[in-house]
């Protein structure tokens, strides 16, 4: 077990390449896109989040008003 960690530690860190090495327009549009379509899913999910958090505390107050 000792011996399978040093190896993985003294082992030599694999090459990365990127998708979009060759650049240009297309490569710019594209990340264009990508950023907006990633803008877009995280204002879904705070506007989740919000109606949750919303839902919930007006479930512990309805809860808390019932309960007395």
């Known amino acids: 077990?000792?011996?399978f960690c040093l190896?993985?530690?003294t082992a030599p860190p694999c090459p990365v390449y990127a998708n979009n090495?060759?650049?240009g327009a297309s490569a710019y549009q594209?990340?264009?896109a990508a950023e907006k379509h990633t803008r877009s899913r995280f204002r879904r999910?705070?506007?989740a989040s919000l109606v949750l958090?919303?839902?919930a505390g007006?479930?512990?107050i309805f809860w808390t008003?019932?309960?007395k």
């Open 1 to 3: 077990m000792l011996f």
């Open 21 to 23: 090495a060759a650049g």
């Open 65 to 67: 008003v019932r309960r």
């Open 30 to 32: 594209e990340r264009v």
């Open 7 to 9: 190896c993985l530690l």
């Open 58 to 60: 007006g479930a512990a």
């Open 45 to 47: 999910l705070e506007w």
């Open 53 to 55: 958090i919303l839902a």
